[in-house]
């Protein structure tokens, strides 16, 4: 023991108890901690990840970078050392008009704001919108990266379900009939039109046009979410509910993460002036600019590269990828599984018989060192439990095979399981000399009968 | 003062929780005058123990690998002392089905039971036998797998239609999963510190959840989400009748140094040991050290007498 009296130690449960009652009630956190436990498991290096969304930086080349760095320093290096303004720098807004435009839309300068990444705008959007218990009508399932923004302030989140044109507008049109007749007004609708995250499936024209009509007539806004449209792999572009639109009532986030790097964080909002002002007080409070380095660095960039040529490898690259997955997915998932076929973007979502719990398959599956995003996290009302995000960006072709074979061996296990325990699939008979059990496994793989749909669910322990 | 390598992290579903135990006892440790090693467990495990040779290790794993006897196989054979239990207790706590076999033996009374392999139902047609199980347990059954630690995984069948899906779940995680009676009530845990009188229960906690009907591994980790009790206010005699059952479930698997027994009081004051933990959490808001804190031992006595214990026991166990 030391002599000297030593520090009291920290964190006894009295002071937990106070900090507790100091903690304000949005910080309550919607998914489990256990979940955030277990993707943290997901992050070890033998794991084959398609959980993540990142995109392949490793196409971009150096000597590019090396040129944009060099450019800044040598003309505009205090300029990018220094605060820049809270909307953003005007020669950053003209290349953002660049990608607009690309996209077949036309914006005035002074009505974008450049933000912290896309992120950012769903939470600027959210906090100048959204008072405690109001609604936000998003799809459902919803990118997972928004449930706990919509948390933190309180939102009370409808989601409408979607099919293969996207979401259902007429669905949406029932929902605000039956808030209005509850006296409530949502505030803004969310939406990723194109090649949706999780779902990856993009809104027909006709139910885009219908989209913009109902928040017309209903005076609601639109939060447009369009981080992939460039990304498309086959097919025409639907237009942008911006183009629309015209900027009345839809709201348009985009960014730079997905057609040049992630960890330059720059995204960007146009709305309506008023709206847009609002925004760009809540941008001040939350951190008075945007980085004014980044913003040079993609001034620099698109003058001195080709960004649309960078863009179309991209697409090059997640179009082998993409079709690699869909690929394996028919090789190696069971007949009962079904899964969307996104045009572009980075996701593709797969559903399975409603008693596969896709939380629990996640942790068989880390046990063959593969992982994904279980569909729980897309849904606010405990939904999405028998499906799950897979994302074909992250990962090389050879992986993404490898990847989806395994996950397939774990569905196959537990139908297969289901199967017996339901007296649906006879026990397999394992013959005295047959050793190799996996052999056994595969076998029982080909007699995995049709499976009657189970009434009910457990209860998750712990309640969704 | 000792060279002390704190081991944490690793492999298992409660890597994040153990990082928690394990920063926090290095926090004590540090305090206390040691010199600290933390080694987040991995592949190279060995080399590091070899490299930084450390005088004793805290074990603050839980789970897979550190809580089942693995870790501690590891150490033995390096002939490092280190906390807690030694590889056959840690191998019985951490076998719930085992654990279960051993209380009914000894007549400790324990929430009747049925497991099974995941083979049994492949390879035998135990399938067949679920309709008399589910008779005889009644609704709902607690369905869980036999060796996670925490409460993942585990899954309340309402009615028969929902046993299938929960027995898949649980086998999401081990070969070998329970169907239990689900006893109603108060949930307690009994702490367990060795001393130089023997093995002391502390005082009892209660989770009280605050929403949710069932004490879950989401509330348990969660600040605000569970109100803790302790001393737990309970009827006459229960505290100390649940101290005599922790007692002796802690001497009947054989653990050592510390650990912690969850009990269940349902409402005939009837007590039932649900399962034994033989590194049970030393996190922020765990419950050994709440437990210790009302028995006026602060969290660097406790880490500085586990520790002790660990060092007069030696390498071998």
Redesign the interface.
């Known amino acids: ?2 002599p000297e009296p ?2 009291p ?6 002071d ?1 108890e106070r ?2 009652g100091l ?1 304000a009630s949005r910080t ?2 919607m998914k ?3 979940m ?3 993707m ?2 997901t992050a ?1 290096p033998e794991v084959i990840s398609l959980a993540g969304g990142l995109p392949d930086t490793s196409s971009f080349p150096p000597e590019t970078f090396a040129a944009v760095t060099a450019r800044i320093a040598e003309q505009a290096c205090a300029k990018a050392l220094q605060y820049g303004p809270t909307e953003g720098l005007p020669e950053t807004k003209e290349c953002i008009a660049e990608v607009m435009a690309a996209e077949g839309m036309r914006v005035d300068r002074d009505d974008m704001i450049v933000t912290a990444g896309g992120q950012q705008v769903i939470d600027l959007v959210t906090k100048t919108l959204i008072d405690p218990g109001d609604v936000i009508v998003a799809e459902g399932p919803t990118y997972p990266g928004a449930v706990p923004v919509f948390h933190a302030y309180q939102a009370d989140v409808v989601q409408i379900d979607m099919d293969a044109e996207g979401m259902r507008v007429d669905l949406l049109e029932e929902t605000l009939d039956r808030l209005e007749r509850d006296g409530r007004r949502p505030k803004f609708i969310y939406t990723v039109p194109s090649f949706q995250n999780p779902a990856g499936v993009t809104m027909s024209l006709p139910r885009r046009k219908r989209l913009v009509q109902v928040a017309a007539e209903r005076e609601l806004l639109v939060l447009e979410d369009n981080p992939y449209g460039l990304l498309r792999y086959e097919g025409e572009a639907p237009e942008p509910l911006y183009a629309l639109d015209g900027g009345v009532y839809v709201m348009y986030l985009g960014t730079f993460s997905k057609i040049l790097s992630p960890g330059i964080r720059l995204g960007w909002v146009v709305a309506p002036p008023p709206v847009l002002e609002k925004i760009n007080l809540g941008k001040q409070e939350a951190d008075l600019c945007s980085s004014t380095l980044s913003q040079l660095m993609v001034q620099a960039y698109f003058e001195i590269a080709d960004w649309r040529g960078y863009v179309r490898s991209l697409t090059d690259i997640y179009r082998a990828r993409r079709d690699a997955m869909l690929a394996a997915l028919a090789d190696h998932f069971p007949p009962q599984a079904e899964w969307t076929r996104p045009g572009g973007g980075l996701f593709i979502w797969a559903t399975l018989p409603d ?3 896709t939380d ?2 996640l ?2 599956a880390l046990r063959d060192n593969v992982a994904f995003v279980p569909g729980s996290g897309a849904y606010l009302d405990g939904r999405g439990h028998n499906s799950m995000r897979l994302n074909f960006s992250g990962s090389g072709e050879e992986g993404i095979r490898e990847g989806v074979r395994r996950i397939g061996e774990a569905i196959r296990e ?1 139908l ?3 199967g ?4 649906e699939l ?5 013959e005295p000399d047959e050793a190799d059990a996996g052999q056994a496994d595969r076998d ?1 793989g080909g007699r995995v009968v049709e499976l009657r749909r ?10 969704a | 003062m000792s060279r002390v390598a704190v081991l944490k992290g690793g492999r298992s579903l409660e890597r994040q929780v153990s990082l928690r135990s394990g920063a926090r006892v290095q926090d004590a440790l540090d305090r206390l005058g040691h010199d600290v090693v933390p080694i987040d467990v991995g592949v190279d495990l060995i080399q590091r123990l070899r490299a930084e040779a450390p005088e004793v290790c805290f074990v603050a794993l839980h789970g897979r690998d550190g809580e089942d006897g693995t870790v501690q196989e590891l150490l033995e054979i390096l002939d490092l002392p280190y906390t807690g239990s030694g590889v056959p207790a840690c191998a019985r706590a951490m076998d719930k089905v085992l654990t279960k076999h051993m209380l009914v033996e000894a007549g400790i009374p324990t929430p009747e039971f049925f497991a099974f392999t995941q083979m049994a139902f492949r390879e035998l047609g135990a399938a067949e036998t679920l309709p008399a199980i589910e008779q005889r347990l009644d609704f709902p059954i607690v369905v869980k797998p036999s060796s996670q630690g925490s409460a993942l995984g585990i899954k309340f069948a309402r009615s028969a239609g929902d046993v299938p899906a929960a027995l898949v779940s649980a086998f999401s995680y081990d070969a070998r999963v329970l169907l239990e009676r689900y006893v109603k009530g108060r949930d307690l845990a009994v702490s367990v510190l060795d001393g130089d009188a023997g093995p002391r229960a502390l005082p009892v906690v209660e989770a009280v959840p605050r929403e949710e009907d069932f004490y879950d591994f989401e509330a348990r980790y969660e600040i605000g989400r569970t109100e803790f009790v302790c001393p737990a206010e309970l009827p006459e005699g229960v505290a100390e009748h649940a101290a005599e059952l922790a007692l002796a479930t802690y001497d009947l698997l054989g653990l050592h140094g510390f650990g912690r027994v969850d009990l269940m009081l349902d409402a005939a004051a009837e007590l039932y040991v649900l399962e034994a933990n033989p590194i049970p959490g030393l996190t922020d808001t765990s419950l050994l050290p709440m437990a210790a804190e009302a028995a006026d031992i602060d969290f660097d006595d406790l880490i500085g007498r586990i520790l002790e214990l660990a060092l007069a026991r030696g390498p071998r166990v």
């Open positions: 023991m030391s030593r520090p130690s920290r964190s006894t449960s009295r937990l900090y507790a903690f309550r956190v489990s901690s256990a955030r436990d277990i943290a498991v070890r008693f596969i719990d629990d398959l942790v068989r537990q297969e399981l289901y017996t325990l339901t007296g006879e026990a397999v008979r394992v029982a189970r009434e009910g669910r457990p209860r998750r322990a712990g309640g």
